[in-house]
């Protein structure tokens, strides 16, 4: 039986999202938000090669570890913070449930 | 069915997405293919429409589109290469691929007077003191490149961790100890100092900022796509792409179409094998628009065999 998770979108406008998401179906955050209809893009398709799905991680036990392609993609993008991550690389797992993330700006 | 084809791309190599994006990561959802790699898929690609030997214009955007009264369009590229053709298919994918602009309020004023984001003819720059900025292959190899052509090169990046060739990583720290380069880690260029043209810029790590005299600054932060002028031409867009029937794919333009990534319809997903599939079906409309008095019979390549061209795609218009 599937167990679903609570996490909260930020959107940005200051509107906040909080949307059910099931654990077992092997998904991402930027796939989440991209589901849920909230404004990312996920251009790159999860490959950590866009950065159109960067958020602020706003809880501090869920910030996670960088990998290395999304550390390297993090370091060319824009409006980057020490809590900024790439949702394409944050699996969605049962550890995540209260996660609070906000969506970074557009790049220009 | 023997139609030409002209390929008009803005990067300076066909491939779109596979080729600038990922052509070393491998994909596994091409028919056939159990494995393949981006560019390999890319490069057998090519291989395969050799015998048609379709024309190309490449490294120019594809920019204006107009329709002439005989319903044929001539489409202007952003360097004024001009093609006339009776059909139109835009394979867009993200759009075309713009160098990420840092983000810095005067950074217009300098842009080709001291600051350019690629690196063309890269003989002019020789010997000349620069700024590069970025992690990437790009920044890397350029900076690798002009300090062993007698340049001082300043290499700035946000970070110690490049993502550039490990070997390329060394060989920028070995010109580093040989006094031709100079690595500024966990640093950004954040402003810019100049009248006319760039005279200096000012570097900023999180404890100081340092001013670097210096009239030229490439900052090599990769490409990002954007759909660009394709989003002016009176098509149908809807959330950054275009709007097709199924039937054919084409747009609310008569005559022209949109396949691959670039389109939406319901049902779409965005994958190399439905492209194809949207190509094939096009290609049947377009044929009736270029032949109105034929018709078009399917033939299976098995039976007859590849029926390419002899000749050349005879030359583009002259660049006006």
């Known amino acids: ?108 | 069915m023997k139609l030409r084809c002209h390929l008009i791309d803005a990067i300076p190599q066909p491939g779109g997405q596979l080729a600038e994006i990922y052509p070393k990561k491998p994909i596994y959802d091409i028919p056939g293919y159990p494995t393949v790699l981006a560019g390999e898929l890319v490069d057998n690609l090519m291989e395969q429409a050799a015998p048609f030997k379709p024309g190309f214009t490449l490294g120019e955007r594809a920019d204006s589109i107009d329709k002439q009264e005989d319903g044929s369009f001539i489409v202007t590229t952003n360097r004024g290469t001009q093609h006339h053709a009776p059909v139109v298919m835009i394979a867009g994918g993200l759009g075309s691929f713009e160098p990420r602009r840092p983000l810095i309020d005067n950074i217009k004023d300098f842009e080709d007077n001291g600051v350019r984001y690629i690196v063309k003819d890269p003989d002019q720059f020789e010997g000349r003191d620069m700024v590069i900025s970025g992690g990437g292959d790009s920044a890397l190899d350029w900076a690798i490149y002009f300090a062993e052509k007698g340049s001082f090169v300043h290499l700035v990046h946000r970070s110690d961790r490049f993502r550039a060739h490990k070997d390329s990583v060394s060989r920028a720290y070995a010109l580093e100890d040989e006094g031709k380069m100079k690595i500024h880690a966990f640093a950004e260029v954040k402003e810019l100092v100049g009248d006319d043209s760039l005279e200096a810029i000012v570097v900023h790590t999180k404890e100081d900022q340092t001013t670097i005299t210096t009239d030229l600054w490439f900052p090599l932060f990769g490409l990002s796509p954007k759909l660009g002028p394709i989003g002016d031409w009176g098509l149908d867009i809807e959330k950054n792409a275009i709007v097709v029937d199924t039937f054919d794919y084409q747009t609310n333009l008569p005559g022209i179409f949109a396949i691959g990534d670039v389109n939406t319809y319901p049902g779409k997903l965005k994958l190399i094998l439905c492209g194809f599939h949207e190509a094939t079906l096009a290609v049947q409309t377009a044929y009736k628009i270029i032949n109105p008095d034929k018709k078009f019979t399917l033939k299976y390549t098995t039976v007859q065999g590849v029926q390419g061209f002899e000749d050349q795609q005879p030359k583009e218009t002259a660049k006006s």
């Open chain 1, 1 to 108: 039986m599937s167990v679903d998770i609570t996490i909260i979108v930020v959107d940005r406008k200051g509107a906040e999202h909080e949307i059910s998401v099931p654990t077992d179906m092997n998904l991402n955050l930027m796939e989440v938000c991209k589901g849920f209809e909230l404004p990312v893009e996920g251009v790159c398709g999860g490959m950590a090669m866009c950065a159109s799905c960067q958020v602020y991680v706003l809880t501090e036990n869920h910030f996670g570890e960088r990998n290395d392609d999304e550390e390297a993609m993090l370091d060319e993008a824009y409006y980057v913070e020490d809590n900024s991550r790439l949702g394409c690389q944050i699996p969605i797992t049962l550890e995540l449930d209260g996660l609070r993330v906000a969506l970074a700006p557009e790049a220009p």
